[in-house]
Every structure is written in structure tokens, then in C-alpha cells.
């Protein structure tokens, strides 16, 4: 009995590292992150540009799924700011100039 429950144990433990590299190791060619400061905000499509560091911008779509924090706290679209420093993760929308947003993090 204590060996089918270390094999089981064992199994367990091989399927769940076996699963880890997978996930570690898939591809991340359509995903995006963009930082920096917001430039302008565009409400009735729900988008807003980064300014990044360099100078660069990506625009960014926030949709009912993207989770928006502002300050550390829960946030909607209207509580974006030019001028709020952010970062937003997703990914690339078509053409690779827009960036559908899965979370968007701003802070004043």
C-alpha cells in the first residue's frame, strides 16, 4: 500500500513539473508590455497612449476584461490621467501597433 501511494506521489510530482516547463516554454511571440507615461487618452474607444522613456508610443486598448489598478487600488477607464505613469501587459493587436491590454497598472 505505501509504495502505490509513493509511486502515485512520485507520478504526481513528475506531471506537475512536466506541466510547468510547458507553460514556461510556450511561446510568447503575440505578447506585449509597454511603460511609461500616459500621453493621451481617447474614451469613447476606451484607448490611451504610452510615452515611453525613449520617446516612443504604443497605444493601448483597455477592454471589460483588462484589470485596472490605479494607485495599488481596483480602477476603471476613468480613472486613467495623462500624466499617470503606466504599465500595461497584453497582447498585440493587429498590425502589432496596438496592444490589447490584459492588465494595465497606473500610478499618479
Same mark, same amino acid.
Request: no cysteine.
Given at each position: 500500500?505505501?509504495?502505490?501511494?509513493?509511486?502515485?506521489v512520485a507520478a504526481l510530482g513528475?506531471?506537475? *513539473?512536466? $506541466?510547468? !516547463?510547458?507553460?514556461?516554454?510556450? @511561446?510568447? /511571440?503575440?505578447?506585449? #508590455? +509597454?511603460?511609461?507615461?500616459?500621453?493621451?487618452?481617447? *474614451?469613447? $474607444?476606451? !484607448?490611451?497612449?504610452?510615452?515611453? @522613456?525613449? /520617446?516612443?508610443?504604443? #497605444? +493601448?486598448?483597455?477592454?471589460?476584461?483588462t484589470k485596472l489598478r490605479v494607485d495599488g487600488q481596483s480602477a476603471t477607464f476613468a480613472d486613467l490621467a495623462v500624466g499617470q505613469k503606466a504599465t500595461a501587459v497584453g497582447k498585440k493587436g493587429p498590425g502589432g501597433q496596438l496592444l490589447v491590454a490584459a492588465r494595465v497598472r497606473a500610478k499618479s
Open positions: 500500500m505505501s509504495k502505490l501511494i509513493l509511486t502515485l513528475l506531471v506537475f *513539473a512536466l $506541466s510547468s !516547463t510547458a507553460e514556461a516554454a510556450a @511561446p510568447t /511571440g503575440n505578447h506585449a #508590455k +509597454v511603460a511609461g507615461k500616459i500621453s493621451a487618452i481617447d *474614451a469613447p $474607444s476606451h !484607448t490611451f497612449v504610452v510615452t515611453r @522613456p525613449d /520617446g516612443s508610443k504604443r #497605444k +493601448v486598448k483597455v477592454t471589460p476584461k
